[in-house]
């Protein structure tokens, strides 16, 4: 596990026309970096002006899409693999990251998994993993982060929940457990960080078309079923999440704590 620094920019050169969203100079890390979600939330990120530490289970020490997209911004980028089920390698990397003398200045947890088979079919391993990966990884990582910005009294933590954070799903009951503790994190964290100025939210993505969503793309009654039911008409992009992520990340949420944002193109509202 180790980073390696590519790209960067002059850090006090700021972003024309982004006002309150600009984040010149600040350093983010994005978790499930390495394609999807992530990637697009790192992209994103890195066009407002911070530089991007991207972590994923399995990304590339250099060369990766999310390292392309993010020096082609002009800003910096460091890439470290760790696997979210492993609690040993998350602590590691959360206190050697925490130890630097750069402080991370916006903390934004997307690394995720989910495994689909009935409730009475569903692994005692998958449950393990799930909660590993989308809940108890996230707390070890924002304890360790956040008590740094705790100690400078600044800082930004975002989550990725989802609308299974309000809903059951089907077949996914690791993953709906999961993204609902998520939310209960998010809220408690957000209750003690507030009056330290750490803004603890997060953003809800609905049905978007990533990896994860392939087999509900691919079966045509369900397809059909989720885009009936989305106002919106589409299945989500990754890039949707920019605007909510940039408002969460930037001076413009500074009074912004234990938020949920759905990005679902209505579904939630249906």
């Known amino acids: 596990m180790s980073g390696v620094v590519s790209g960067g920019r002059d850090a006090g050169t700021p972003v024309a026309g ?3 969203f600009d984040l010149t100079g600040r350093l983010a890390l994005v978790t499930g970096a390495r394609r999807g979600l992530g990637l697009a939330m790192a992209d994103a990120l890195a ?3 911070a530089d991007i530490i991207g972590v ?3 990304l590339e020490p250099s060369g990766s ?3 392309r997209a993010v020096t082609a911004r002009g800003r910096a980028f460091e890439a470290y693999a760790v696997d979210f089920a492993d609690r040993t390698a998350v602590s590691e990397f959360a206190r050697e990251i925490s130890g630097r003398d750069r402080p991370v200045d916006i903390l934004v947890n997307n690394a995720g998994t989910i495994r689909r088979m009935p409730a009475a079919e569903h692994s005692d391993e998958a449950w393990d993993e ?3 990966v989308n809940l108890s990884s996230q707390f070890v990582l924002t304890r360790e982060v956040g008590r740094r910005m705790l100690e400078r009294r600044a800082g930004k933590v975002i989550f990725t929940a989802s609308v299974l954070s309000f809903q059951g799903g089907i077949t996914v009951p690791g993953y709906a457990a999961a993204k609902s503790g998520l939310v209960g994190l998010m809220r ?5 960080w507030a009056a ?3 803004n603890v939210n997060a953003i809800a993505p609905g049905y978007m078309a990533t990896d994860n969503t392939v087999a509900l793309r691919q079966d045509p009654l369900r397809n059909k ?9 589409r299945w989500g992009r990754p890039e949707d999440l920019a605007g909510a992520l940039l408002f969460l990340a930037s001076p413009a949420s500074d009074y912004v704590s234990g938020a949920i944002i759905p990005v679902d193109g209505g579904w939630l509202a249906r």
């Open 188 to 192: 408690a964290l957000a209750n003690e």
């Open 65 to 67: 899409a999310v390292e």
């Open 196 to 198: 330290y100025d750490v």
């Open 47 to 49: 066009a407002a002006g």
């Open 18 to 20: 982004l006002g309150l």
């Open 130 to 132: 799930v909660i590993a």
């Open 56 to 58: 994923s289970a399995h």
């Open 225 to 233: 079923a989720i885009l009936d039911r989305i106002p919106a008409g």
